[in-house]
């Protein structure tokens, strides 16, 4: 694993730039993120308030679109949000001052409170040992408590064509040590204990960044998208899945 500080002393634009321009790439798609969202979690019923944790919740950049699902659903939620990096998490706190955010390695967190709603966006593709970190995030939840993990969809041919022939340098700028596909998500989340609820793709996995960002912001491009997937579902782009805990794992 790499040492995080370090990598900000150095100033690798994995840990330092902005996650809100890095988004920027994701263009319209990621709508289709957050509609997927609003739609799984506007089903799930979970009264009056609710605690959400985020892990690596970054620059926060997802505090505002989870802020707004819950409040259209009429539930008054708390907000906590875990990351590992001390410039994401200054960043975080000073630009969404309602949320309460915690720099910390989420494998070393002690927190005793269990949580109703977790996200885990686009974060266990870094983490060297995925299943202790599926465990630790169940045993922040409460017994009927979910999981919302998004991955990237980069165990498919198209996404191995990227980073092995066409854009070789990804594989150096990002620390992915993950590589996802529908059965790598669905026998890690078994073997952590949870069962599967609601599995879903998104996106599409064009083998070059250039090509995605240029349907990313056409008005058209989200036709392509799903075009693509429709015919294509195994080299979506994301994958998403609603877990929940499984009452017989020991
Ligand atoms: C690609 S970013 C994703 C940010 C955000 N969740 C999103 O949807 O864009 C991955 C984040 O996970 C954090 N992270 C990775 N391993 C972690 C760990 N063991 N504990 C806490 N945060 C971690 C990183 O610092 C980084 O901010």
Redesign the pocket.
Known sequence: MKNVQKEIENKNPWYVDS?HDQ?LIYGKRLRERYMLWQEILLKLNFGRSAKVLE????DG??FKPIADIFEAAGVKFTYCG????PL?IARAKSKYPDGNFFC????EWQNVEDFDFVFC???LE??PNPDSFLLKIRSLMGQNAYLLLGVPNEGCFLAWVRNHVLERSILRTTDHVNFFTKSVVERLSRNSGFDVVVFRRIGFMFPTQRINFFLSNVCWGECVFSFCRKFFPSQSGEIQVLLKKDPEYL
């Open positions: 996650q988004l892990v690596g919740c970054g950049v997802n875990v990351d590992y990096n994401r910390e390695d989420l494998l966006n686009q974060v870094h983490v």
